[in-house]
């Protein structure tokens, strides 16, 4: 299908910023709606936010809304997270998956990168 990696995890202060980026291989990455999902520790994994195939549509969990915002450049195959504001409890393991499927949904994904770390200290 599509093979994804990660990076611009790491440890960051309570209100920090980070940006996430997730480089795709292959040559259909156009075609993809992209998504982040995160996984907190002892909880199970959860979508973050979503984006289109032309990027004109994006779609967010109530909890990060207003703090994060993805986008994608096709011409470079990668996909952003751009996390701000950010707290504690953002603390989690963040994955970028791809799917063929509506944007407004938040299953059917199924390539996932690897997953990198995001700690956020109080």
């Known amino acids: 299908q599509v093979q994804l990696v990660e990076s611009g995890g790491g440890l960051v202060q309570a209100g920090g910023s980070l940006r996430l980026s997730c480089v795709a291989s292959?040559?259909?990455?156009?075609?993809?709606?992209m998504g982040w999902f995160r996984q907190a520790p002892g909880k199970e994994r959860r979508f973050v936010a979503g984006?289109?195939?032309?990027?004109?549509?994006?779609y967010y969990a109530d909890s990060v809304k207003g703090r994060f915002t993805i986008s994608r450049d096709n011409a470079e195959n990668t996909v952003y997270l751009q996390m701000n504001s950010l707290k504690p409890e953002d603390t989690a393991v963040y994955y970028c998956?791809?799917?063929?499927?509506?944007?407004?949904?938040?299953?059917?994904?199924?390539?996932w990168g690897q997953g990198t770390q995001v700690t956020v200290s109080s």
């Open positions: 984006i289109s195939w032309s990027g004109a549509s994006t």
């Open positions: 292959g040559r259909t990455f156009n075609s993809y709606v």
């Open positions: 998956a791809a799917k063929h499927g509506a944007v407004t949904t938040t299953s059917g994904y199924d390539s």
